[in-house]
């Protein structure tokens, strides 16, 4: 169950319903509902579970997480991969051929753009104070935002409205995670020197840009990760 508004008493009720048994529950994106969480584990607290009960919680950082919650789980973290290269190859083992092939080469090569992107907003936090000022979560669901946003603007028109997505880009997404101008600014650079016609071969030529694979194809993908540059 995915936490947010008017989620938490749907999420007591499978608690409380699935705790007798060998079941698993998973409660998802509790950094959304962190005031609620003194409520779950009360409830945890009273309840005698079966021994093969599994209850899952998935969270990102957050600073008023209830300590006391962490110190009774099991923790398993998720960091994005050290290097360009290894967290492309990572994006590309959570997207399917299917996937990659659901539309146009066209939408697989951007698809590729944004994993790259992606991939040096990530590697960026390396550097910290020169990348960004301060730590920024950028984390997978901003890339699936991203990559469905880009799939249903070429599922309506051939190519992308470059306004529209830099705006959601430098604001509803990648940007709803910065909270100051120096950074801002250097997120809008980025977006709109990797998502432009430039950069992707349409109406202009620039020679500085590297030529996109045929990105519908996975193994000529990874080919073109893992060439040594």
Not at 95 to 120: C, D, I, K, M, N
Not at 193 to 218: E, Y
Request: glycine residues 6%; proline residues 8%; contains cysteine.
């Amino acid at each position: 169950r995915a936490m947010g508004g008017g989620q938490t008493d749907g999420a007591l009720a499978e608690l409380r319903a699935a705790h007798d048994g060998a079941n698993w529950v998973c409660l998802k994106n509790l950094h959304l509902v962190v005031g609620w969480l003194p409520v779950l584990e009360k409830e945890f607290d009273q309840l005698q579970p079966h021994a093969d009960f599994r209850l899952w919680l998935t969270t990102e950082p957050h600073d008023q997480f209830p300590n006391l919650l962490l110190t009774q789980s099991l923790k398993v973290t998720f960091e994005a991969p050290p290097g360009l290269k290894k967290n492309l190859l990572k994006t590309y083992s959570l997207w399917t051929p299917e996937f990659l092939g659901s539309h146009s080469e066209y939408f697989a090569q951007l698809l590729f753009v944004l994993a790259w992107f992606h991939a040096v907003m990530q590697e960026r936090r390396n550097y910290i104070p020169q990348g960004w000022t301060k730590f920024h979560e950028f984390s997978l669901a901003d890339l699936r935002c991203a990559a469905d946003i880009l799939g249903a603007q070429l599922a309506r028109q051939p190519l992308p409205d470059w306004p529209t997505l830099h705006g959601l880009f430098s604001t509803a997404i990648y940007g709803g995670r910065i909270d100051n101008d120096a950074d801002a600014r250097i997120l809008a650079t980025y977006i709109t020197n990797f998502f432009s016609p430039p950069i992707l071969g349409v109406d202009v030529k620039a020679p500085t840009a590297p030529p996109l694979p045929p990105a519908k194809r996975t193994a000529v993908l990874h080919r073109s990760v893992t060439v040594p540059t």
